[in-house]
């Protein structure tokens, strides 16, 4: 069974840029539909991203298009997602979850963005 761990959470101002890491283990990442999701303080999970296991294109939600990258890195079983231009809105646990089918087989625990104005 995989399993998924976030990194690279923490605190930046306004503007600034962070890249999170979600490394997999007990299974190959590429084999999984990856996305990112993100839970601010008292309100529901947001979809963030996607990046499929074909190797196309990554998907965004319109708040973070132009200004958050997802890529793979299969020789290291890790999906990052690069985050630019951070604004103190993009405060969140950051979640990301595999899918080898319409459910997901697993999530991360999370890593807290903290962006301060």
């Known amino acids: 069974q995989v399993q998924l761990v976030e990194s690279g959470g923490g605190l930046v101002q306004d503007g600034g840029s962070l890249r999170l890491s979600c490394a997999a283990s007990?299974?190959?990442?590429?084999?999984?539909?990856i996305d990112w999701f993100r839970q601010a303080p008292g309100k529901e999970r947001k979809f963030v991203g996607a990046?499929?296991?074909?190797?196309?294109?990554?998907a965004y939600a319109d708040s973070v298009k132009g200004r958050f990258t997802i890529s793979r890195d299969s020789a290291k079983n890790t999906v990052y997602l690069q985050m630019n231009s951070l604004k103190p809105e993009d405060t969140a646990v950051y979640y990301c979850?595999?899918?080898?089918?319409?459910?997901?087989?697993?999530r991360g625990k999370g890593t807290l963005v903290t962006v301060s104005s």
């Open positions: 990046i499929s296991r074909s190797g196309g294109p990554a």
């Open positions: 007990g299974g190959n990442i590429s084999s999984y539909d």
């Open positions: 979850a595999a899918r080898s089918g319409i459910y997901y087989d697993v």
